[in-house]
C-alpha cells in the first residue's frame, strides 16, 4: 500500500492533466495558482467576488493537508526500515511547506480575507502569499523528489 500511496503522489505532481475540466495536480496546479497570484496583483485580471474566498480556502487546505503528510510519513517511517530516511525527509520537506506558509501570521485568514472583505485584499497580502508558496513550491518539490527515491526500494 505505501507503494502505491508513493506512486500516486509522483505521478500527480507530475500530471500535466486538467481533472474532470475542473482541476490541477502538483506543480502544474501550484504554478496556476501562482500565475493567477501575480495577475490579480498586476490587476491583468479582476478576482470575481468569491475568488478570495477559494483563494483562503485552497491556502488553508494546503497547509492542513501537507501537516497531514508529514505526520503520515512520519509513522510509515517507523513501519519501513527500508525507505525510513527519504520518508523522513519527505516529512521534514512537507512540513517546511506547512513553515513557510505560516511562519510569523499563525492563521491562513491573514494573507486571505474572506469574500466580503475583497477589498481589504492588500498586493502586500497577495505578494506576502506569493513569497510564501514559492518557497512552499521548493520544498514540496524535495518531498517529491525524496518520495520518488524511495520507490526504488520496492522494486
Not at 500527480?12 to 496583483?41: P, R
Not at 475568488?51 to 513501519?79: K, S
Not at 525510513?84 to 506558509?101: F, H, I, W
Request: aromatic share 8%.
Amino acid at each position: 500500500m505505501l507503494k502505491a500511496t508513493i506512486q500516486h503522489v509522483v505521478e500527480m505532481y507530475h500530471s500535466d492533466t486538467m481533472h474532470d475540466d475542473d482541476y490541477l495536480c502538483g506543480d502544474q496546479a501550484w504554478a496556476h495558482w501562482l500565475n493567477w497570484l501575480q495577475q490579480v496583483d498586476r490587476g491583468v485580471i479582476q478576482p470575481t467576488p468569491v475568488a478570495p474566498l477559494g483563494n483562503r480556502w485552497c491556502y488553508t487546505v494546503l497547509v492542513r493537508e501537507r501537516q497531514r503528510a508529514a505526520d503520515w510519513l512520519h509513522a510509515q517511517a517507523e513501519q519501513y526500515a527500508c525507505v525510513r530516511e527519504s520518508l523522513l525527509g519527505a516529512a521534514d520537506a512537507y512540513q517546511r511547506v506547512v513553515d513557510c506558509c505560516l511562519a510569523g501570521i499563525g492563521d491562513p485568514a491573514s494573507l486571505c480575507p474572506a469574500s466580503d472583505r475583497q477589498a481589504e485584499w492588500t498586493s502586500a497580502q497577495r505578494n506576502a502569499q506569493i513569497n510564501r508558496l514559492t518557497a512552499a513550491r521548493e520544498q514540496e518539490a524535495a518531498a517529491v523528489r525524496l518520495l520518488k527515491s524511495a520507490l526504488v526500494h520496492f522494486e
